[in-house]
């Protein structure tokens, strides 16, 4: 296939928003110089959301040499969705089900294959703590999938791991595990990184451009935003949170809800710093699920500043477009219940509190299908339900095997639309 370079800044030059790209990132060769009236602006692809899944989904299709459109509200990246915060975990004994072992497999090795090509550090590998009470569902989790798929853990006594990372205070009755290959990925990083080398590789990310609506005529999609109209064979819709508004007949199938993270300032930040202390996630017995991560130097990792922790519960309902971004009462109270109860050497104030969209499907399983009725031209991904971005370097692969195959070689059969509705 004839490989399309388009230049970004030609978008500039008629006035269009564009993703500031560094001078290394021009293409040397084949410039196009793109306009929105021309005839020009048919393309194989338009990825309409270019957040988490939407960059990678981006880097794949402009990899493979499609002419691709990727169409985004805000910037590239931004905090008003699913993917602000610095920091989010990766670990590959899925407690949630054991089919996205497999997808984790391949997401691992896609993380990896985009870092050595990129130089970019996205993996973290600091490994995971989990506990909770004996015989609770998240350790209960946690073993099925790495039984099943022989997955490498280690089961510390509680005085072993409370040995290894003082930090913790876990419950003589709880039980303890430790997954090493496990940790954190850098959602503005890797969001950064896909989008930039896109461009590198010949696709057209357009900023601060807002979808307004998309149809089928005839062999085509026809999108249309606030700033021009488009046409293209294949439609990929990767909205994140405003999934419900853009994908015809999933409102009821989702609920986005705001969800709340805060950094706290503990007296002493050693015994919590990257290096001294792991990703975690504990299941309380009365309150559900929290996790949390180190400390991460500013330095490399921007901010916030301090010990980040969140409670993985659904969160208040909301709509995208008017979430209300004050810190939802009961949050501090919440966290510090955790904090009390599980690392009290970390109670201290609080240093910043940002809301974030989870875009719940009702089984809290993602939904990557081709959107019935439209001749597999659309694709859709959405329902990430809180768990989606350690995901996204196989997502993206299989959005684009989806749209310009048809199909995917990856199991993924059980988060289709089928089940929807049942
Ligand atoms: C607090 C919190 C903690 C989390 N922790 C973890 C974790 O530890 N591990 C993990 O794996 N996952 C975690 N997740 C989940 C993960 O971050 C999400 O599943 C993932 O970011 C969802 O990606 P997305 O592409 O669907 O949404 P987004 O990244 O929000 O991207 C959607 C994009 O579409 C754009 N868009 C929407 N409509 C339009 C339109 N009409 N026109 C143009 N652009 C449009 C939006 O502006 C946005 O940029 C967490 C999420 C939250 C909120």
């Given at each position: 296939m004839k490989r399309r370079i388009f230049l970004t800044t030609a978008s500039a030059a008629i006035g269009l928003p564009l993703i500031t790209a560094s001078k290394s990132l021009q293409p040397q060769t084949e410039?196009?110089?793109?306009?929105?009236n021309s005839a020009a602006a048919h393309y194989d692809a338009i990825v309409l959301g270019v957040g988490s899944m939407g960059s990678s989904t981006c880097w794949f299709l402009a990899d493979r040499g499609f002419k691709v459109?990727?169409?985004e509200q805000f910037?590239?990246?931004?905090?008003?969705?699913?993917?602000?915060?610095?920091?989010?975990?990766?670990?590959?004994?899925?407690?949630?089900?054991?089919?996205?072992?497999?997808?984790?497999?391949?997401?691992?090795?896609?993380?990896?294959?985009?870092?050595?090509?990129?130089?970019?550090?996205?993996?973290?590998?600091t490994g995971v703590l989990y506990f909770g009470k004996k015989g609770n569902e998240l350790t209960k989790g946690v073993n099925t999938s790495s039984t099943k798929y022989s997955l490498p853990l280690d089961r510390p006594t509680i005085q072993q791991a409370q040995k290894q990372f003082p930090a913790f205070r876990i419950?003589?009755?709880?039980?303890?595990?430790?997954?090493?290959?496990?940790?954190?990925?850098?959602?503005?990083?890797?969001?950064?990184?896909?989008?930039?080398?896109?461009?590198?590789?010949?696709a057209l990310i357009q900023t601060k451009e807002?979808?307004?609506?998309?149809?089928?005529?005839?062999?085509?999609?026809?999108?249309?935003s606030d700033k021009g109209t488009y046409t293209c064979d294949k439609l990929i819709i990767t909205a994140g949170g405003w999934a419900p508004k853009m994908i015809p007949g999933l409102k009821q199938e989702l609920i986005v809800t705001k969800q709340m993270i805060i950094w706290v300032n503990p007296k002493d930040w050693k015994p919590f710093s990257l290096g001294n202390f792991p990703c975690w996630i504990l299941e309380d017995p009365e309150r559900?699920?929290?996790?949390?991560?180190p400390i991460l130097p500013t330095k490399e990792f921007g901010g916030p500043l301090g010990l980040k922790l969140a409670h993985h519960k659904p969160g208040e309902v909301t709509h995208a477009d008017n979430v209300n971004r004050d810190t939802t009462p009961g949050t501090e109270e919440d966290l510090m219940y955790c904090l009390s109860k599980y690392m009290p050497d970390a109670l201290g104030p609080i240093l910043s509190a940002?809301?974030?969209?989870?875009?719940?499907?009702?089984?809290?399983n993602f939904i990557i299908d081709h959107l019935p009725g439209y001749d597999k031209k659309v694709t859709i991904a959405t329902g990430f339900s809180g768990h989606g971005f350690k995901f996204v370097s196989v997502v993206g692969e299989i959005?684009?095997?989806?749209?310009?195959?048809?199909?995917t070689d990856l199991p993924i059969g059980f988060l289709s639309m089928n089940r929807l509705n049942k």
């Open positions: 410039i196009k110089p793109m306009s929105r459109l990727g169409i910037d590239i990246s931004h905090d008003k969705g699913s993917h602000a915060g610095q920091s989010r975990i990766i670990r590959k004994s899925y407690f949630e089900h054991p089919d996205y072992v497999p997808l984790l497999e391949r997401a691992y090795a896609n993380w990896k294959n985009i870092e050595d090509l990129t130089g970019s550090k996205i993996f973290n590998h419950p003589n009755d709880y039980e303890v595990i430790f997954e090493p290959d496990a940790g954190f990925v850098t959602p503005e990083r890797a969001i950064l990184t896909y989008a930039e080398d896109a461009i590198k590789k010949g807002t979808v307004a609506e998309w149809k089928q005529e005839g062999s085509t999609i026809k999108v249309t559900g699920s929290y996790y949390g991560f940002k809301s974030c969209l989870y875009t719940n499907s009702k089984d809290q959005l684009a095997d989806l749209a310009m195959k048809g199909k």
